[in-house]
């Protein structure tokens, strides 16, 4: 036994040294004009989502000055760009071909957002698994994604592209992103490398403003923030991009608490640093750098290898080499990590393994793909109001359908729909027309998603009127939200809400289908529906999978990755904020308390909160053991009861509050959750384990650890509907 551990050793031992032997031959090889090269990255003129130098890459691939291209696709562009690389460049070096690739390729996957609504994280890493197999066979081998900022501000547009406002929920969604785009292995043909973003706190932009400034204190950083990238890392993410924030008056693309204290210093990252669109050059207007030569001084030496789009490297790196700004060895270490990962992908063994035209004919809407697609938009979908159980809808119900978005199909792919054809999607009206009849679906516009044009209220409200119920597509399009759409008010645009009102004045019975990219303030609208299903931008399959969950055929078991506010003002709004020296008690009207004068402090819709067709029933929590010493874990159970009529699955979440720390911790922390079936009339025991991991936090030594004292554990089926047990850690 012994003997093949040793001969197993050797074997990979060898491999690495072959993977070493590779990159260092070819290091010796190199000028420094092909290493700059290297470090560069151009986009191709198909898609661009910011300023373009106006270079051109096809000659410098040629010349070696261009390693990586983004935003080229199909295989047959790929194919020609990677033939110039190999076969007519003097080193022969392949090129990465990069590409969003966010939650989808050409089948597309609800949005972020809604993808971590489904508390699944089987059917995360099948999306992504699915869209690496399409992009692959696409030409891609690089993907920026998964994004994994947290974010609590609704007005900024890249929620939408996230996992929302838990760092728990957070980390568990960049792992299952990085197995399903990496696979384990990068070599297989069927796997694209990942780059987690952005690299950090980019989700705390001041305002809720894309790009705009972040400040925040070193804990806050490292205890909310930073958690999801070291996931990620530790799930074997080769890539890593920086956010285009500052932070601590430092851009992060220059940030060397960042990239050399954290990420290559404390991690050990020995991956590739790319920085994301022209971030050098917008250092410039930050106010950190001089001009553009400085301001790839400072990116270089932090420890950014690859430029992405500024050019800033390819004309000033040599010049500042020779000023002893920057060190060969620098840039020899950059060059490497670009190498390491081209020789991961298993380019420098077969360069054009991404470049098979019947492979991408074969794997594009491949059946099971968009099955896939079908499977995981339901598996998304929040049921956040159902009175008098208007849901499911009875098939042959007359229905009139109202609103901007009942036609949508481009819309249902969501901010970064990647490749996806939108004419591949069905919109709401098709897909209930096709399920429930032509002759018992009625449709009407009603306004537009934006504007102030009331001219068709009257033939939505008299299409009301007729009809047994009203379902209202309502919500927002895939361009207001994503990368630079923050919206100021967060409420339904344009006088959507004022259709509903409208509406609501027949008397009919009211179901709204949302469609929307952020947390809208719905409190007003709330009131006027009897039901409300929660989309989001639900991809390629979506209008589908949303008709056959009002009519009954989907069971909604997604729960709320992040909180609905009532209203702007309560914004930033999440479940586990702080408790103050004057907290609110609701019994007691002492007013010089935390507050607010016109308005409960309470959301809308709280974390972790999603309806069933079905009701779940738990006990109260039973502990093994009232104390914990260190070192042990005690074990929380309840038993959960399916107390309706139909199966469904429950999102069982486990909650902790440390009463009395060394720094004031959070209300509670979400540590555990568990996503279970159960048939109508079911039970089931859920455990979960407590020890050292679910109660240690930052103490205010800044080190990790646990203190001894009392702990509150909550279970339930939201953040806010739970059942309370107290233990003590000694």
């Given at each position: 036994m012994n003997q093949i551990i040793y001969l197993f050793l050797l074997a990979v031992s060898f491999c690495f040294s072959v993977q070493?032997?590779?990159?260092?031959?070819?290091?010796?090889?190199?000028?420094l004009d092909e290493k700059i090269g290297q470090l560069n990255l151009y986009s191709s003129p198909w898609e661009n989502t910011?300023?373009?130098?106006?270079?051109?890459?096809?000659s410098e691939v040629r010349s070696g000055l261009c390693g990586n291209i983004l935003n080229l696709i199909n295989v047959g562009h790929v194919r020609?760009?990677?033939?110039?690389?190999?076969?007519?460049?003097?080193l022969g070096i392949p090129l990465l071909f990069g590409y969003d690739v966010i939650h989808g390729y050409k089948t597309i996957f609800p949005i972020p957002l809604g993808l971590a609504s489904s508390w699944d994280m089987g059917a995360i890493e099948k999306a992504a698994r699915i869209a690496a197999v399409e992009a692959a066979a696409s030409g891609i081998n690089w993907t920026y994604a998964p994004m994994v900022d947290i974010a609590r501000d609704p007005r900024w547009g890249r929620i939408a592209e996230g996992a929302g406002e838990d760092t728990f929920l957070a980390c568990e969604v960049a792992k299952a992103n990085v197995r399903g785009f990496q696979g384990d292995d990068l070599a297989e043909i069927s796997t694209i490398a990942a780059c987690v973003k952005h690299f950090a706190a980019y989700g705390a932009a001041q305002a809720g403003?894309?790009?705009?400034?972040?400040?925040?204190?070193?804990?806050?950083?490292?205890?909310?923030?930073?958690?999801?990238?070291?996931?990620?890392?530790?799930?074997?993410?080769?890539?890593?991009m920086t956010a285009f924030n500052e932070l601590d008056g430092i851009p992060a693309t220059a940030n060397p608490f960042l990239l050399k204290t954290v990420l290559r210093d404390e991690w050990n990252f020995d991956g590739v640093v790319v920085t994301d669109y022209s971030s050098i050059n917008e250092m410039l207007n930050h106010g950190s750098a001089a001009d553009q030569a400085d301001a790839a001084a400072q990116a270089l030496v932090a420890g950014v290898d690859m430029d992405m789009m500024s050019s800033a490297y390819v004309y000033h790196l040599k010049q500042l080499l020779t000023e002893g700004r920057v060190t060969m060895d620098q840039i020899d270490e950059s060059v490497r990590n670009v190498l390491r990962l081209k020789e991961k992908l298993g380019l420098f063994d077969d360069p054009y393994r991404y470049c098979d035209e019947q492979r991408e004919q074969e794997k594009q809407y491949a059946k099971e793909h968009l099955d896939a697609s079908y499977e995981i938009a339901g598996k998304s979908m929040v049921l956040l109001k159902n009175s008098n159980q208007l849901l499911p809808l009875?098939?042959?119900?007359?229905?009139?359908?109202?609103?901007?978005?009942?036609?949508?199909?481009?819309?249902?792919?969501?901010?970064?729909?990647a490749r996806g054809n939108w004419e591949m999607a069905t919109s709401v009206l098709d897909a209930m027309s096709q399920l429930n009849g032509h002759d018992r679906v009625d449709y009407a516009q009603g306004c537009g998603v934006e504007g102030t044009d009331i001219s068709g209220f009257a033939e939505a409200v008299a299409l009301a009127a007729k009809n047994d119920v009203v379902v209202m597509v309502l919500g927002e399009t895939a361009g207001m939200s994503g990368e630079a759409s923050s919206r100021s008010r967060i409420g339904l645009p344009g006088v959507q809400s004022e259709l509903l009102e409208a509406v609501a004045q027949t008397g009919k019975p009211i179901v709204v289908l949302l469609l929307n990219g952020r947390p809208l303030a719905l409190e007003k609208e709330q009131a006027f529906a009897d039901a409300i299903l929660e989309a989001w931008h639900p991809g390629t399959e979506g209008g589908k999978a949303a008709a056959d969950m009002l009519f009954g055929k989907l069971v909604p078991s997604a729960k709320l990755p992040v909180t609905f506010p009532r209203s702007l003002g309560q914004v930033p709004i999440h479940y586990n904020m702080k408790n103050t020296g004057r907290p609110q008690n609701p019994v007691d009207p002492f007013p010089y308390v935390s507050r607010y004068m016109d308005c409960p402090?309470?959301?809308?819709?709280?974390?972790?909160?999603?309806?069933?067709?079905?009701?779940?029933?738990?006990?109260?929590?039973?502990?093994d053991k009232a104390e914990l010493k260190p070192g042990e874990t005690l074990t929380a159970s309840v038993t959960v009861s399916n107390v309706g009529d139909v199966d469904g699955e429950e999102v069982v979440q486990l909650y902790i509050q440390d009463l009395v720390g060394s720094v004031t911790r959070p209300v509670k922390e979400l540590k555990g959750f568990k996503k279970i079936l159960l048939k109508k009339g079911g039970s089931q025991t859920v455990e979960f384990r407590i020890g050292e991991k679910e109660l240690t936090f930052l103490r205010r030594d800044m080190t990790w650890g646990t203190e001894p004292g009392d702990f509150k554990v909550f279970i339930g089926t939201n953040s806010r509907d739970v059942k309370t047990a107290v233990f003590t850690l000694r």
């Open positions: 070493a032997d590779t990159v260092e031959r070819l290091l010796e090889k190199m000028t910011g300023p373009i130098e106006g270079r051109s890459y096809v020609q760009m990677q033939r110039l690389a190999v076969e007519e460049s003097r403003r894309d790009y705009h400034t972040v400040d925040m204190s070193e804990r806050m950083l490292r205890e909310t923030y930073l958690p999801p990238f070291k996931a990620a890392l530790d799930a074997g993410c080769v890539s890593v009875d098939e042959g119900t007359r229905i009139a359908l109202i609103g901007p978005l009942a036609t949508a199909r481009g819309d249902l792919l969501g901010t970064w729909g402090n309470d959301p809308l819709y709280p974390f972790g909160f999603g309806l069933s067709y079905t009701e779940f029933r738990y006990s109260e929590i039973r502990l």
